[in-house]
T-cell receptor
Framework: EVQLLESGGGLVQPGGSLKLSCAAS????????MSWVRQAPGKGLEWVSA????????YYAGAVKGRFTISRDNSKNTLYLQMNSLRVEDTAIYYC?????WGSGSGSDWGQGTLVTVSS | QFVLTQPPSASGTPGQRVTISCSGG????????VNWYQQLPGAAPKLLIH???QRPSGVPDRFSGSKLGTSASLAISGLQSEDEADYYC???????????FGGGTKLTVL
């Protein structure tokens, strides 16, 4: 059974930093691209970033490019999202997503999400 | 502003068939496969349809997807009260090099 467990969310001041982690199990982690998708309170889904299975290719949404960094440690089956220069509009639930196919937008499995609140 | 366009709401009565549309452009729906997600209240999204019309294991065949040109549709037949949820279409955009989502459609079962 695929399990994705996010952690690292919390309350941070504007301009601050936070690092999210996603511990994966139940599948061969290195074989799958992974993504982060967020959802602001009461709003729709917004893709944040994606990383290939090897970690060699990454993509970012325009809203976070230059501020967020996606990475993975395949030896630890863990996905990360380093978030710097956080803004109020980054407040959202952040979901870790296992991609069915690379570059397809098809997330076959989602974590339960971790809440990031950016506020002074 | 969302790259893909969905109606904000849809509704139907139990047993009815409803469809939800999703329109995009040549760099996304026009050249890439479309996926659909269902999000029940308070829950994480769940993949409902991938690759335009493929149902993951466990998804009832009441749910079906189709694509024509730069538009796609999700159809739900035999509507049930538990289908009341938010539905999102998504695909990859080759020009933006990004997942793109529709704004979501809130389905109400009357």
């Amino acid at each position: 059974e695929v399990q994705l467990l996010e952690s690292g969310g919390g309350l941070v001041q504007p301009g601050g930093s936070l690092k999210l982690s996603c511990a994966a199990s139940g599948f061969t982690f290195i074989n799958y691209a992974m993504s982060w998708v967020r959802q602001a309170p009461g709003k729709g889904l917004e893709w944040v970033s994606a990383i290939s299975g090897s970690g060699g290719t990454t993509y970012y949404a325009g809203a976070v490019k230059g501020r967020f960094t996606i990475s993975r440690d395949n030896s630890k089956n863990t996905l990360y999202l380093q978030m710097n220069s956080l803004r109020v509009e980054d407040t959202a639930i952040y979901y870790c997503v296992k991609d069915l196919y690379w570059g397809s937008g098809s997330g076959s499995d989602w974590g339960q999400g971790t809440l990031v609140t950016v506020s002074s | 502003q969302f790259v893909l366009t969905q109606p904000p709401s849809a509704s139907g009565t139990p047993g009815q068939r409803v469809t939800i549309s999703c329109s995009g452009g040549s760099s996304n729906i026009g050249s890439k496969a479309v996926n659909w997600y269902q999000q029940l209240p308070g829950a994480a999204p769940k993949l409902l349809i991938h690759s335009n019309n493929q149902r993951p294991s466990g998804v009832p065949d009441r749910f079906s997807g189709s694509k024509l040109g730069t538009s796609a549709s999700l159809a739900i037949s035999g509507l049930q009260s538990e289908d009341e949820a938010d539905y999102y279409c998504t695909t990859w955009d080759d020009r933006l090099k990004a997942w793109v989502f529709g704004g979501g459609t809130k389905l109400t079962v009357l």
